[in-house]
């Protein structure tokens, strides 16, 4: 029994050095692609080249980082990634993988809108999954591949093998579903069985079955890391490696086989050194008591990082080369290490749980034996909300954060994740927060609106502006309407300021603007907004359903209704009606709709808008703007026979290609172009000021 610490008993705390300098974290996993790399090269050496090899990277790569592993099994020859349900393989994708990836374990009904959507491959063990499965592959249109499992005597996923024919009969009638693969699972691979040799000739014998009644699946496999070793004739069209490719052993049987390099090591610093008197107690449950004056250091991880409970007053690490006991019950978040006979251990010291320092090494085979477990769950549970470092040569290559490992289904679709990771980027860019903030705030109100809005592409933007007079019938129609042979009560009004008088036409250009560009139709349904000021152009920006808006009036008395008018819209050369018009309290609104359009939602379109209007002749300038990315473009305006001269273009332009290519035509146009490979970016435009 320990004895009770009085006041007199002193407890020193020695900060014999300062933390290093470059201490970033408090603790980490080191994964040596070095090392991954090497075992890859001992697999292949193993299987040959024509057997294909597929990289287990569940469980976050049991514990490695799953993305970092699956980029460096494919850099050394990987053909797919197994996985364990959807999510993962979800997580590849978003991650920008586009390798073939197979979920190992039986797909679920509620994971195929995912398996579909992110090209994800399933292993398919009984039909109501395979017909449910056809169903959504059709409506979707697509041919989706799928590999059948078989249960040869595992007890575990795939189909009974004795309705192993009939299940795959079914399955190869559906159309849109390709039996890309079939495979089953041994359960004692790691050594060597009669019931292994049981399990191999079952398959074999349904594999012989299925191709005497011509069904010859084209990727058959069986052998994941101990069949590898210990059955070089079961390899077929591929292997699953997974134990073996981070560089354990599936038993010490095994290892005369093969040379493999454990790829990940475990480690953490000294964050506390403590020197204790006899009778101590250490830790929860006092089940460690000092027998004599105790040297203790503490360390920041704890059973919520892996390091067992079990391994309380059992387990060992290493500092400076020395294994070091552990002693005291281990916390969620600490543990304690007698470095009694380390007097030179101090704060800062670096501290292998697992992974070798100088000539001492601690695996995760002798971890697995004193808590009673297996390597595979240590791997997987060591250093889970630990930071990744990857090496190359022993030198940091990247680091990946642990939160980035932690994968929130649709996480993708968080508008807030992307903004925030977007925004920060901008701030590290600008080197200044508020900078960074402002960059942002500015490009994402540009392109989105200040609500969320689809994004808006173009290509091949045409603007045509055609100056002219009006012609001498319409300056005599309108002069009827100024009254001359008019109604007088409408002159009265005018007179009277209630009514906006015409205008007089021979103080007016006739403008008429031809656009046309390329995009994805959003709507069956779409307007042309008219504004009379910024308040109702900025109502029609946000308006979805907007595809083309005009601010009429710059000081002028115009009137939307009677000086503002949508000769033709087109879409992919056809006519499409107009509507309604109407005036509203944001503007005048000009709707068209088809039938035909429904058919072409969400696809690419070539839209023509043509818009006539007036522009007062003492008004000598024209603006034309981009609001929206936009690939390629051409702005022209035309003004023979006007008497315009001496214009002018002051333009703007945002993107690679800032400075467009000018053609000038003396008295007849100026025409500003950018090729078909230069994006443009919001927002951009041109004015033209002229003399007459």
């Known amino acids: ?195 292994n040799d049981l399990q191999w000739q079952a398959f074999r014998e349904l594999l012989d079955k299925l191709e005497t009644d011509g069904h010859r699946i084209p990727i058959r496999h069986i052998s994941n890391s101990g069949a590898m070793l210990n059955y070089p004739d079961c390899r077929l069209d591929m292997v699953r490696p997974g134990i073996i490719s981070y560089g354990i052993y599936p038993s010490p049987a095994a290892s005369d086989k093969v040379t493999l390099n454990p790829v990940m090591s475990f480690k953490t610093r000294v964050v506390l050194v403590k020197e204790f008197p006899e009778g101590y107690g250490i830790g929860y449950g006092r089940t460690f008591i000092t027998r004599r004056p105790t040297r203790i250091a503490t360390i920041p991880v704890g059973y919520g990082d892996g390091i067992g409970w079990p391994l309380s007053n059992q387990g060992e690490a290493l500092i400076r080369g020395k294994r070091i006991p552990i002693v005291g019950r281990i916390s969620m978040d600490m543990c304690t290490l007698d ?46 909300r630990a930071p990744r470092v990857f090496l190359q ?131 069956s349904r779409f307007m042309i907004g008219c504004a009379l000021d910024n308040e109702q152009l900025a109502s029609f920006f946000e308006d979805k359903r907007c595809e083309y808006r005009w601010l009429l009036n710059r000081g002028e008395e115009l009137l939307p209704e009677r000086d503002f008018r949508v000769n033709r819209v087109r879409i992919d050369g056809e006519d499409i009606p107009l509507i309604l018009s109407e005036s509203t309290e944001r503007g005048y609104e000009v709707w068209f709709s088809s039938e035909e359009l429904k058919k072409k939602l969400n696809r690419q379109a070539r839209f023509e808008i043509e818009i006539e209007t007036k522009q007062r002749k003492s008004n000598r300038l024209f603006s034309a703007y981009i609001v929206y990315p936009t690939r390629g473009m051409e702005i022209s305006f035309q003004y023979g026979g006007t008497g315009i001269k001496n214009v002018k273009d002051v333009g703007f332009f945002a993107g690679k290609h800032p400075y467009p290519e000018t053609t000038r035509e003396e008295g007849e146009s100026v025409t500003l172009r950018l090729g078909n490979e230069a994006w443009i970016f919001p927002t951009s435009g041109v004015t033209f000021f002229w003399d007459l």
Request: some cysteine; aromatic content about 8%; glycine content about 6%.
């Open 1 to 195: 029994m320990g004895r009770r610490l009085h006041d007199e008993d002193e407890i020193t705390i020695k900060l014999a050095t300062p933390l290093k300098e470059n201490l970033k974290y408090r603790s980490w996993v080191e994964v040596d692609l070095g090392h991954f790399a090497a075992n890859w090269a001992e697999m292949r050496r193993l299987v040959g080249p024509n057997v294909k090899i597929m990289q287990v990277v569940k469980a976050d790569a049991y514990g490695h980082g799953a993305i970092e592993i699956s980029n460096a099994a494919l850099r050394n020859g990987a053909s797919a990634l197994g996985v364990a349900n959807a999510d993962e393989g979800v997580q590849l994708r978003v991650s920008g993988i586009t390798a073939p990836v197979l979920i190992l374990s039986p797909a679920t009904g509620s994971e195929i809108d995912q398996i579909i959507k992110y090209n994800l491959t399933p292993s398919v063990s009984d039909l109501a999954f395979a017909r449910e499965f056809q169903k959504k592959a059709h409506k979707a249109g697509i041919l989706a591949p799928l590999h059948v499992e078989i249960d040869t005597g595992m007890g575990r996923g795939g189909t009974i093998q004795t309705e192993a024919c009939q299940t795959i009969r079914e399955i190869s009638s559906f159309p849109n579903l390709i039996m890309e693969g079939i495979f089953t699972h041994f359960s004692e691979s790691e050594i060597l069985s009669c019931y």
């Open 339 to 384: 470095i009694s006979r380390l007097p030179e251990c101090a704060v800062g010291d670096e501290v292998v749980l697992m992974g070798e320092q100088g000539s001492e090494r601690i695996t995760a085979d002798e971890i697995a034996s004193k808590v009673h477990s297996i390597s595979y769950e240590i791997l997987c549970a060591l250093g889970k």
């Open 393 to 523: 040569e022993g030198k940091t290559d990247r680091v990946e954060q642990s939160l980035r490992r932690i994968f929130i289904p649709d996480e993708e679709k968080s508008i807030d994740r992307i903004d925030s990771i977007i925004r920060h980027c901008f701030q590290t860019r600008a080197r200044n927060e508020e900078l960074g903030d402002a960059i942002y705030y500015e490009m994402f109100e540009t392109l989105f609106g200040k609500e969320d809005r689809q994004l808006e592409l173009r290509n091949d933007f045409r603007y045509r502006i055609q100056v002219t007079e009006f012609a001498p019938e319409q300056v005599l129609s309108a002069e009827d309407r100024e009254g001359k042979k008019g109604d007088s009560s409408r002159i009265l009004l005018q007179k009277s300021g209630a009514v906006p008088p015409f205008p007089l036409v021979y103080d007016y250009f006739k403008v008429t603007t031809h656009v046309e560009y390329t995009k994805a139709i959003r709507n």
